[in-house]
């Protein structure tokens, strides 16, 4: 099982070997990113799918295409996180009476 990071969190995961076909703009593209970050094109590849879900996820919240939970799901991170994350990127909430009925419920788990 290997770890992964993102964003100071530390999640376990397994992992699958995947092929793809690029052209070879792409793939130069990411063998110099590789390069530059000095790693290898694999963990390039893993960062930019991570980096995309974060967008998307931020995408589909802007758009009200997610709630915050489910772009949570779609970035890969927790509800705070994602929260976080909206604020970072100059997001506002777009929380609707769904989201709050769930935060308020995980609230009164905790307390």
Known sequence: MMQMKRSKEVINVGTKTLSIRIDDEEYQFLSSLAKEEK?????????????GRVMLAIEKYKKSEASIEKAARIA??????????LKDHGVEANLEYEDYLKSLKSLRKVW
Request: proline share 0%; glycine share 4%; charged share 25%.
């Open 39 to 51: 790693e290898n094109v694999s963990s390039a590849v893993r960062e930019l799918v991570d980096l």
């Open 76 to 85: 890969g991170v927790s509800i705070s996180k994602m929260m976080d994350i």
